[in-house]
């Protein structure tokens, strides 16, 4: 694992890097905070958005099924504590949402500069919608980038974080459009003596010596 620059973007097997933020649930340690859960850390525009809104409430609305799987949300966005606050009640208002995650007040920019969420080229003052799955041991498992003016797939989101889940629990892949419940990849052979192997287990799936599916 390696951990990144100030300035640049974690990628894919990076250790996420850690910071201390002002929240909404007051001021924290990511580290320390995570405490060893998956996290999802996800980033938007600014307060009082309109597809933004959406997104948060979604989140919230679900928040019980990221919690079923051990996991934590944290969002943030380059706005005062006093928006964040504002905001977070104006949505329990109109949409009947308890936004009860925190939400990251990252004024300075200090943060979303580690998570290279501020992309120059379409804004300067504010942040993409930047998702990243990171697992216990604080490393980045996944990263998605989404334009400011198309609203993220909570769903998606969650197959993603229940892949991620599964392959490590199983040891195994999965394939494209895959789902809970249905069969995953088996790894390929790495010798000889795997291919000769795989061929006694008749409960797998068999298409060739390197596509195999199982059912867990």
């Not at 998956?38 to 933004?52: K, N, Q, R, Y």
Request: net charge neutral.
């Amino acid at each position: 694992m390696t951990e990144t620059t100030s300035t640049g973007m974690p990628r894919i097997g990076d250790t996420a890097p850690d910071f201390r933020a002002v929240t909404t649930h007051g001021e924290l340690t990511f580290s320390e905070w995570q405490n060893k859960s998956w996290v999802i850390l996800f980033s938007h525009p600014a307060d009082f958005t309109p597809v933004c809104s959406t997104e948060l409430t979604e989140f919230a609305k679900r928040s019980s099924e990221f919690t079923a799987k051990g996991t934590k949300l944290i969002g943030l966005s380059i706005d005062s504590i006093h928006s964040h606050l504002a905001w977070r009640e104006n949505l329990k208002q109109i949409l009947d949402a308890d936004i009860d995650y925190p939400l990251i007040a990252d004024i300075d920019m200090q943060v979303s500069k580690k998570y290279g969420m501020l992309h120059e080229a379409t804004s300067t003052t504010a942040t993409v919608r930047a998702v990243f799955v990171i697992d216990p041991k604080r490393v980045v498992r996944a990263l998605v980038y989404y334009p400011m003016s198309v609203g993220r797939n909570v769903d998606e989101i969650l197959r993603l974080l229940t892949a991620l889940q599964t392959t490590d629990q199983n040891a195994c892949a999965t394939p494209v459009n895959w789902k809970p419940g249905e069969k995953v990849i088996v790894p390929p052979p790495k010798n000889v003596n795997d291919v000769k192997e795989r061929e006694s287990h008749k409960e797998y799936e068999r298409y060739d010596f390197y596509l195999n599916k199982k059912s867990l």
